[in-house]
């Protein structure tokens, strides 16, 4: 077999925030380090965020501080998150953005020159670091440009297809360039895993053609665990019109300047379902939600500012009610609350993106909006100080890491988890490769199995086409396992997945190896199918509703289930097996900050 062979300390998978933010701390930290990622470096998911990062810098609101944003966070997830990883996150995210802006990040600034932070669902406080709404864009031409300044090594448009490990944890990884086929090894005594979200297994998403879970199910194989992965982030404001831009993100950023949603008899419904847990700090009629709007000092939030998984079930129950838009969606309007142009200023990309491809003027009319799978709150087990997983040398961090958001993801947490917990992860795989010198050797024969099973598609004949296995599992988790669910769909969805699983191992590819999309979606689908079996299988066993996960018949939360994890591990049958694990135990110190009143 021929293959091209590196050595490095560190191989990083995956070149979006988190993946390089890692990388950089990696080398900084003295390792020989490696990015490997699918598309060209630049283009990772991460590139399409909008809204912001979220950090308590206090620039607009002195009483914002970490303290608060950790309760937010926490508040946000239903408190399932990792208590550690929330209190990391919140005390670090400020640096992180700082530092970003030392190595050259331009961001908006206040009339007195600081960093501006807008407002999104579920925070206290202003508190995201935006560029217009192409935040995502400026990180990573930020990291990008620190990454190959410090003569980082990077693989692109090369997939990693299995993790390689020894008995005493990780060796190193196996991949093919896309565009050649050619096969790829990297000895390593670390791993680091930034390979984002699981988004694909979904008919209707805002994610891209990358997020087919990867990373996960890498993981998974090695013999780490993942936790958390009932809860899928369903974000309200999708496009629902036209049919070919479906899923595509509407960013809260429009809600957050002002934006407000109605239903189709032009009531602004978000009224009707304010929970309990947030009624006091959310207002309750129009006239005190607008003057939040106009002076937010010390007022209640709009309801259209809850977090998203409120927003999203409130959306998906007016359209069953029938007080849908055409479409199957509500109107999100900002035209009659913001001139255009302060709508062109602060929202270019949304004013565009409707423009081009809804012929929408939203600075004129309302959008048309609906939920769209977003966020994978699930992913790899880690240690929240170093980001390490269960096996030695394997760590992870972004959103194929789970803990930090429990069940539910405040919009701007996911940026500035990248940079803390990439940074961290960086630093601990370093350290863990410099105690490995001269340990590992990639054995030929692993080698050659895991070049043998990436051809495989190519050997039989007259199987099936994998473009329609792909539609059937889409269609599979967008009827079954959605926003909301029942024992008896989810127990039909494993049935069909486990089938899905017999048609894959059938599955054949023609052509050659040079760039070819039907064997990279090939390759893909394994991973999507055992994520999508973890999300099914997390799903039935939690019998209760919380963040992004609702069951139909179990509706409310359970005070039982909010002490308890769910952990998916590999079976011996190859398939997913569902363990219980305690929440870990709150430092009495972070509990008070629970009981203090919001200023
Ligand atoms: C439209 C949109 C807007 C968003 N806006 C915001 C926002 O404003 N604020 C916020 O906080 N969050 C936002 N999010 C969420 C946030 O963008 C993502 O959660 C985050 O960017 C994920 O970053 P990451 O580094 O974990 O992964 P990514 O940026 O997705 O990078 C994954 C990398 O892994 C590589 N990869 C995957 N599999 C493999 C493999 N097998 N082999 C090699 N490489 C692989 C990919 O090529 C890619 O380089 C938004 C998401 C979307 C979809």
């Known amino acids: 077999m021929e293959l091209e062979k590196h050595e490095y300390d560190v191989v990083v998978v995956g070149a979006g925030g988190a993946g390089l933010r890692a990388a950089i701390e990696a080398h900084d930290s003295g390792a020989r380090t490696a990015v490997v990622c699918k598309s060209l470096l630049g283009k990772a998911h991460t590139v399409m965020a909008e809204g912001g990062i979220a950090a308590a810098m206090a620039n607009l609101y002195p009483e914002d501080n970490w303290r608060v944003h950790f309760r937010d966070t926490m508040r946000g997830g239903k408190m399932l998150n990792h208590w550690r990883m929330a209190q990391l996150h919140a005390q670090e995210a400020p640096d992180r953005v700082r530092e970003l802006e030392d190595w050259g990040a331009l961001f908006d600034r206040t009339p007195d020159g600081l960093i501006s932070q807008r407002d999104f669902g579920g925070h206290r406080y202003a508190r995201l670091a935006h560029v217009g709404d192409r935040t995502g864009l400026e990180l990573i031409r930020t990291l990008q440009q620190r990454t190959v300044a410090l003569g980082i090594d990077v693989y692109m448009e090369c997939t990693v297809t299995r993790l390689l490990t020894d008995e005493d944890g990780i060796i190193g990884a196996f991949g093919y360039w896309r565009e050649s086929g050619r096969f790829v090894a990297w000895q390593a005594p670390s791993v680091v895993l930034a390979t984002g979200g699981i988004g694909k297994s979904y008919k209707v998403t805002s994610n891209s053609w990358e997020y087919t879970g990867d990373g996960h199910s890498l993981a998974l194989q ?174 992870a961090a972004g959103e194929v890491a789970g803990g930090m958001h429990g069940s539910n993801r405040l919009g701007g947490n996911s940026l500035s988890d990248l940079l803390v917990f990439g940074r961290r992860a960086g630093q601990a795989a370093a350290e863990h490769a410099h105690g490995c010198a001269g340990r590992i050797e990639l054995p030929d024969d692993a080698l050659a199995e895991a070049g043998r099973a990436a051809l495989a598609p190519f050997e039989r004949e007259g199987g099936e086409n994998p473009y329609t296995v792909q539609h059937d599992l889409q269609q599979t988790m967008h009827d079954l396992v959605g926003i909301i669910r029942t024992a008896p769909e989810m127990e039909l969805a494993l049935e069909r997945i486990a089938a899905l699983k017999e048609r894959v191992a059938n599955l054949s590819v023609e052509g050659h190896r040079q760039y070819n999309p039907g064997w990279h979606l090939a390759l893909d689908l394994p991973h999507m199918l055992i994520v999508s079996e973890c999300i099914a299988r997390a799903a039935l066993e939690r019998e209760e509703s919380r963040g992004g996960h609702t069951r139909d018949d179990f509706p409310g939360p359970d005070p039982g289930w909010g002490k308890t994890n769910l952990i998916c591990s590999s079976a011996s049958d190859g398939g997913v097996a569902i363990g219980h694990q305690p929440l870990p135990q709150m430092p009495a110190e972070l509990a008070e900050i629970f009981e203090e009143t919001p200023s």
Not at 278 to 299: C, G, L, P, V
Not at 304 to 325: C, F, H, W, Y
Not at 353 to 364: G, K, M
């Open 222 to 395: 090695a013999g780490a665990t993942l936790v958390n992965m009932e809860f899928v982030q369903f974000h309200p404001t999708g496009m629902v019109w036209p049919p070919s831009v479906r899923g595509i993100l509407v960013t809260e950023s429009v809600r957050g300047d002002g934006g407000i949603l109605k239903n189709s008899a032009g009531n602004r419904f978000m009224f009707d379902y304010i929970p309990d847990f947030f009624r006091k700090e959310t207002a309750e009629t129009e006239a005190e939600a607008d003057r939040w709007y106009d002076d937010k000092k010390n007022n209640r939030r709009p309801p259209e500012l809850l977090p998203r998984d409120e927003v999203a079930r409130a959306i998906n129950s007016e359209v069953k009610a029938g007080r849908g838009t055409p479409h199957g969606g509500v109107y999100l309007d900002i035209a009659s609350r913001r001139s255009p142009e302060y709508i062109r200023k602060r929202l270019p990309s949304m004013y565009h993106q409707f423009r081009e491809l809804a012929e929408v003027d939203i600075t004129a009319e309302p959008m048309e909006v609906g939920p769209t799978c977003h966020y994978v709150m699930g992913g790899v087990e880690v240690d929240p100080d170093t980001e390490a997983a269960r096996v030695p040398g394997l760590y």
